[in-house]
């Protein structure tokens, strides 16, 4: 979820007591071997940055750091795996949570080999890559095909096996293993051909030229159904224990929204002081970790009083803390996720097509990202090559998520861009650090089925403000847009509508498309059912064939509000952008270098040509 007070840039509150320094009056071309804690810092007197990109704090500093925005992270990467498990068809029974925990570190793995490419090789920005609710539409979409229907459980002791066996929806009989594997190796396939695109689109440098037609008019109904579109999950766990869930929500809130501003004393580390104590607001930092915290503690009262039902045919059975405890005696020390871990990835044209939308709707969140990131860790905007480089890197990764199996893809974390506002710390060493943690900590699978223990319920409660909080980011898209205009209004109203109602209709009436070719039943199954890929192509289409001008349109404010702060000096700009968005090696012996669009000297090509970046800009 985007936390869109993070993305301002203006202001750091932090630790604002700890530190007298203020950013220069004026800008100077900057030598690549300084690495000053001003270097990147624009002429905006409120940035005060405690380490900029190219800093390298200490270790146990970094440590530190790094272990924060894990834990930033964290709540956003384990829900994904859970959600997603009814779905796969993973039973509620040991075996369904050993695999639940190896699905999360799995994810960890992942997402710890991302941050670390993309930090050192991509954008070169201090961005946690993790999972993202981006893809979940198209994976219901895929999942809901009748194929993929969850099979009966057959009796017990059938063919004299002590496991329950299943008749799966092809005829043959299967463990509950094989069933979910079957088919997260369709999902598998689906995001793994889907994330050629962000690749194809890195290494041709055609991101500028897609993202031309593409205006907060389709961001903002596109995004906002993405959240929309999962109130279903949402109650589906909360409602085994709506007080518990309420609970979880609450907590969130309060920490989130009426104690954001509230600071605790902290040990901290800075240039000037070292070691010492500081004021730090981590209800706002931490507002889902204290709610997971708070509300599984109090099912764990509530079961060990058994206030909670005992009986597993009662739907508040699934609060209570002790029904999946066997999952961390189950659950092996050491595993390393491997490519094919699952099986084969099986590819379905139907399932590559829905996965697009997740692609686009992913790289397209992620370019607003790094133009936040660059904002609040003092670096100048990201130029073409740099853009180029971390779509291209978010491809690979969205290619690395598929063969491995992660159950979803790759993108950037906006919270933990809004949590470098709140540190001044945009180290890029920093973010090296976390991804690390999570590498390691993704093949240590007692770690992951940790987090398989939490009740339903809290995991209920979550989503409710978490999916808000997307769908709410989405809508904030149309503060750049003419709300008085009617054209503006018809987009909007139309592919909100037309983007719940179409997949409701489609849920409802199931095997309604019958063109007499199963591939293309399929492909308009999945198209129909998810409601960001209807909504957005309505919106996308609309906005581009309907007359109105850009200020109308919301392009003039929407690029304006993205190019960041204003450049004072052309030559420093450059200066600055090839010192902070190089490679870690030369680019530079070959002569072709400058026609390629992810190296830095591709810059170079059109360096008199300043409005690049006004074309890849966005907004989520």
Known sequence: MDDITMKTGVSNPCFKEDSNETAPETSEPVSPDVTSRNDYVTPDPSTDMLYTVDDTPSWYTCTVLGLQHYLIAIGGIVGLPLLLAGPLCIANDDDGDVARALIISSLFFVAGICTMLQTTFGIRLPIMQGGTFSFLPPTFAILSLPHNKCPPALPSGFNNVTYTLYNDTDGSIIDGTEVWQRRIRE??????????????????GAVGFLLRFIGPLTIAPAVALIGLDLFAAAYGNASSQWGIAMFTAFIVIVCSQFLKNIKVPTPAYSKSKKCHMTRTPIFKLFPVLFALILAWLLCLILTVTNALPTSSSHPGWRARTDIRTNVIRN???????????????????????????????????????????ARLSGAPNPPTHAINRGILTEGFGCLLAGVIGTSTATTSFSENIGAIGITRVGSRRVLQVAGFIFFILGMLSKFGSIFVTIPDPVIGGL??????????????????????????????????????????????????????????????????????????????????TIPGTESERGIVRWRNAQNGKEVFDKKTLLQQEADCYKLPFPTNCCRFARYVPFLPEFRQRYKEIDDDNADVTTSV
């Open 463 to 544: 989503f409710c403000v978490m999916f808000g909080m997307i769908a709410a980011v989405g809508i904030s898209n149309l503060q750049y847009v003419d709300l008085n205009s009617p054209r503006n209004l018809f987009i909007v109203g139309f592919a909100l509508f037309m983007g719940l109602t179409v997949p409701e209709w489609m849920k409802a009436n199931k095997g309604v498309i019958q063109t007499g070719v199963i591939e293309i039943d399929q492909i308009l199954t999945v198209f129909l059912e998810t409601a960001m890929l209807v909504g957005g192509l309505l919106a996308l289409l609309f906005d581009n």
């Open 331 to 373: 659950a092996p020390w050491f595993r390393f996720p491997y490519p094919g871990q699952w099986g084969l990835p099986r590819v379905t044209i139907a399932g590559v097509i829905g996965m697009m939308a997740g692609v686009v709707a992913g790289f397209v969140e992620s370019i607003g990202d790094y133009y936040a990131c």
């Open 187 to 204: 999902v598998q396939g689906a995001i793994a051909v889907a994330s050629c695109l962000p690749i194809l689109l890195g290494l041709t």
